[in-house]
């Protein structure tokens, strides 16, 4: 997935402005994400792009870098 693809994805999810939609950008600090928010975050990643992120990976998804990364970790499993 495309960097675009996934600043989309996130922006239209948690009512973001795409332009603060950055890789070094924190989803709690920076984005505004609650714990409902990532959930929902995570439903929608998987239906675009056609992985399972495990549950119990999602605490470490802290930074939308971090959401790339696991997308392609996930991809390459």
């Known amino acids: 997935m495309d960097f ?3 600043q989309e994805i996130i922006a239209d999810n948690l009512d973001a402005d795409k332009e603060d939609v950055k890789p070094e950008a924190k ?3 920076d ?3 609650d714990s ?3 959930v929902e975050l995570q439903m929608a990643i998987e239906d675009e792009c056609g992985v399972k992120i495990p549950d119990e ?3 470490k998804l802290v930074t939308v ?3 790339m ?3 392609e ?3 390459n499993a």
């Open 4 to 6: 675009e693809k996934l």
């Open 27 to 29: 989803l709690v600090d």
């Open 31 to 33: 984005l505004d994400a």
């Open 36 to 38: 409902l928010a990532v």
């Open 57 to 59: 990976d999602i605490p």
């Open 65 to 67: 870098q971090d959401i």
């Open 69 to 71: 990364d696991e997308i």
């Open 73 to 75: 970790k996930c991809k």
